[in-house]
């Protein structure tokens, strides 16, 4: 009867001693002095599945009323909890872009070719840099749960036209005679060439001699508008985790003829970053 009584004990002590949790807690991160909270798109981190026990001693097996001899106490045992400790690390990509908006001033016909942007990448992850328009495949959601997680890829729709890369089209006279001079949509061929360079970053705006002697011929080089759902892949380097070690250097080929027009002439050169699937 006594060690009935002892272990009833037990359970009302594990059943109601400590609720069961089940919550998401304040994550900190350092700060410039002592810490901060941590925002939504930093990390967040659940508990659940509360528990409990008791460290006691128990009479022995056989001590029972009006019985001998004497039995020695026997320890109910130690407390042990075992915790799971979760960490996803998910795909994050940080990138910069030297430049957004290009502006060519072309004083005669020719073919015209300059360093235009650079991207700089740092990355836990390979990386996919998809060009123009089109539709790919991109991480789209986690599932799974805490016990077995993983992220699933699903289709990503770049808005706007399917060619968002292309020629440059005339837009309008610069004389404001549109409606008399040159033949909309006049068009200036656009090439465009690319390579990944680690380590320091590449001057912006001059071309160096080593770039000269890696550069492919002119005719290489993809047309814009053949460039439309293309993607570049960055693999997974030690260069990639570090900051500022690596670099997509882009360069863009014009060929102004003789019979474009006078006018602005304008063209997208959309560009989408996302974990490769």
Known sequence: MKRLIILALVASLVGLGIPA??????????????????????????????????????????????????KNPTVHGPIQFDIINHAHVFPWIDADITETHLTWDIFQPGDYMAKTFIIQLRANCPVQIHLGGGTWDVPAEF????????????PFTKEGDDEMIGDKIREYSLLG??????????EIEVRYYWYTAYGEKPDTSTISDEEFADMPPKEDWPLGRDLNCESITILDTEELHEEGQTHIVFFEDLDVEACDSEGKYVDLFAITITPDP
């Open 177 to 186: 005679k549109d409606e008399i001079s040159g033949t909309p949509p006049d």
């Open 143 to 154: 599932v799974g749960g805490k016990e077995n997680g993983h992220i699933l890829p699903g």
């Open 21 to 70: 949790l089940a919550a998401y807690h304040q994550v900190y991160t350092p700060a410039d002095s002592g810490w901060r909270t941590a925002g939504h798109t930093e990390c967040e981190m659940f508990s659940e599945d509360s528990d409990g026990d008791v460290y006691q001693w128990q009479s022995a097996e056989g001590a029972e009323v009006g019985s001998e001899p004497y």
